[in-house]
């Protein structure tokens, strides 16, 4: 197990909103191939486009899951645009110069949080509509 910085311990024993997004609008999850951590990123964006709430479930390891838990709090607030992400975790990296920290554990948040930008709730939800789909039952009737 690798040493990771105080404040990322922090995360990981304590996170920042750990769970479910009440009433998400973006949401994306994501797996380290030859890994065992894996990331789930839940986002509500406003009418306006900030990020509202940021919630976060993760299985892994203590890096992936306290990057993930810190990069929920402060964007918070901020426009939900893929810049505001890349600069965000662009500070981070910038934090952990010099640490020895896995970076495909860095990524994986990074790349969870742009995907669910990316990734709006009720696009998603169209493949649920009713209705006949490529010929067969939709996956509503299916359930």
Same mark, same amino acid.
């Given at each position: 197990?690798?040493?990771?910085?105080?404040?990322? #311990?922090?995360?990981?024993?304590?996170?920042?909103?750990?769970? #479910?997004?009440?009433?998400?609008?973006?949401?994306?999850?994501?797996?380290?191939?030859?890994?065992?951590?894996?990331?789930?990123?839940?986002?509500?964006?406003?009418?306006?486009?900030?990020?509202?709430?940021?919630?976060?479930?993760?299985?892994?390891? =203590?890096?992936? %899951?306290?990057?993930?838990?810190?990069?929920? %709090?402060?964007?918070?607030?901020?426009?939900?645009?893929?810049?505001?992400?890349?600069?965000?975790?662009?500070?981070?990296? =910038?934090?952990?110069?010099?640490?020895?920290?896995?970076?495909?554990?860095?990524?994986? !948040?990074?790349?969870?949080?742009?995907?669910?930008?990316? =990734?709006?709730?009720? %696009?998603?939800?169209?493949?649920?509509?009713?209705?006949?789909?490529?010929?067969? !039952?939709?996956?509503?009737?299916?359930?």
């Amino acid at each position: 197990m690798q040493e990771i910085p105080q404040f990322l #311990q922090d995360h990981f024993e304590d996170p920042y909103l750990f769970g #479910q997004c009440e009433g998400c609008t973006h949401e994306a999850e994501l797996k380290i191939e030859n890994g065992n951590c894996q990331l789930r990123v839940e986002l509500m964006i406003g009418d306006g486009g900030a990020i509202q709430e940021a919630w976060f479930e993760a299985e892994g390891c =203590s890096v992936c %899951e306290g990057v993930a838990s810190w990069a929920c %709090e402060p964007l918070e607030g901020l426009p939900g645009r893929l810049e505001t992400v890349e600069s965000t975790f662009a500070g981070l990296k =910038s934090k952990l110069r010099g640490e020895q920290v896995t970076a495909s554990c860095m990524d994986l !948040p990074r790349l969870v949080f742009l995907k669910a930008l990316a =990734s709006h709730v009720a %696009e998603l939800d169209d493949d649920l509509a009713d209705g006949t789909q490529f010929g067969g !039952p939709s996956l509503r009737e299916e359930c």
